[in-house]
Structure formats: C-alpha cells, structure tokens
C-alpha cells in the first residue's frame, strides 16, 4: 500500500525567512510525485510533478526537489500570500491514476 | 485557462437522502476522479472513470456510492442513502490522456444532519 508523510503539520515563517517542506513516500514503482498548494475550502491547485530521483522543478518562490524516498519542496524568501497548506501526493505503479495524498503542511508567512 | 466545476458547492440533506454531486471535467480529458476530504484529514481516493467504466475504487466506495457520465460534458457521484459520516468536501478530478496531472475542480461540501 502506498504511503505519504508530510513534514512539519504546521509551519510559521516570517516574511523572507526560507525553508523546506518534506514528504517521505514508500510506493510500488513511483509514476509521479505531485505538489499540490490548497486554500481553505478550495481544491488542490497543481504545482509539480517529478518522476525520477534526481529531478528539480521550480516555479517563482517554489522549488521541489526529488530522491528515492523523499521530495522537498523549497521555499525561498516567502510572502504572506504563499501561506497555504501544501499537499504531497504518488502516484503508484499498481493504480490507474490514483493519488495517494499527505495529512498536507500548512504554511503560515506573516509580514 | 480551462478549468474543473462542480455544482453545488455546498449541499445539505438529511440523513438517508441521496444526493448526486455533479462535476463538469476538462474539455478532452478522459480520466475522471472522486476523492473526499473529511474535515482535518487527508485527500482520500474514491474512484477513477475511464471509458464509460470504473477503472479503480477504493474501500470507502461501497455499494451505496455510484459514478456516471451520463452525456459528454458531465460526471456524477450518486450516494444512495447518505450517512453522517459522509459529510466531507468531495472533489472532482480529470486527467487529460497520456498526460500525468489530475488537475481539481473547488469541491462540493456535503453536510449531512
């Protein structure tokens, strides 16, 4: 069975103060990892995907890092809009595309 | 930029009613996904919808849930006889061919009394 834990549960930064984000994953042969960022009472909105060990996206602020047990998702210099909860998820080799979500980071950034 | 909707956001209904959450998918997609969200816990996968048929359910889709996509725009979740513990905020997805990305519509919040 797939599993994702997510690490910290909550994270508070100041304004410009970076950091990282984790998610430990245990799957039967990886077909992605996928960043999502949720709002209160929205859906997941997509971020990145990584398929192989070694593989780095960035995107403004984010970056997101992958190794065979984990992935990062970076933050550099953060702003208060960037607070949000950040899910994890996998996508396993035994599925037809199901996600396998984290219990998800909630960033606080305040000014 | 297309998008996933679901209508209502939110619903309520009482205790063995059934409801249908309805989920307009990505135009040309054709992978479509329920999951749930119960409030504080994780994203749960439901069920996954591939050419007119079930591809994939987890445990949590019994007998009492059902799925459709009864022309070419729309999906549907159907709960026969809803239970408290239903109440969550339910959420569509959709998947082009080929391409790895569920991209998520807003969620329908279900509330059962």
């Known amino acids: 069975e797939d599993q994702v834990t997510q690490s910290p549960e909550a994270l508070r930064l100041q304004e410009g103060e970076s950091s990282s984000l984790n998610c430990s994953y245990t799957?039967?042969?990886?077909?992605?990892l996928f960043w999502y960022r949720q709002d209160p009472g929205k859906g997941p909105e997509f971020l990145f995907t990584l398929y192989s060990a070694g593989e780095e996206k960035e995107k403004e602020r984010l970056k997101a890092t992958l190794t065979k047990k984990e992935s990062f998702l970076h933050i550099t210099a953060p702003k208060p809009e960037d607070s949000a909860t950040y899910l994890c998820a996998v996508k396993g080799g035994t599925s037809y595309g199901k996600l396998t979500f984290g219990q998800g980071t909630i960033l606080t950034v305040h000014p | 930029e297309p998008e996933v909707t679901q209508t209502p956001s939110h619903q309520v209904t009482q205790m063995g009613q059934e409801v249908i959450l309805r989920c307009v998918p990505i135009?040309?997609?054709?992978?479509f996904y329920w999951y749930r969200q119960i409030l504080g816990q994780k994203v749960e996968f439901l069920v996954s919808?591939?050419?007119?048929?079930?591809?994939?359910k987890s445990e949590i889709f019994d007998d009492q849930f059902s799925v459709e996509r009864p022309d070419g725009s729309n999906f549907t979740l159907k709960i026969r006889s809803t239970k408290l513990e239903d109440s969550a905020m339910y959420f569509c997805?959709?998947?082009?061919?080929?391409?790895?990305?569920?991209?998520f519509g807003p969620g329908t919040r279900l509330t059962v009394l």
């Open positions: 997805a959709s998947m082009a061919q080929g391409g790895g990305v569920q991209f």
């Open positions: 919808f591939y050419n007119n048929e079930i591809s994939e």
């Open positions: 799957v039967s042969g990886l077909r992605g």
């Open positions: 135009s040309n997609h054709l992978y």
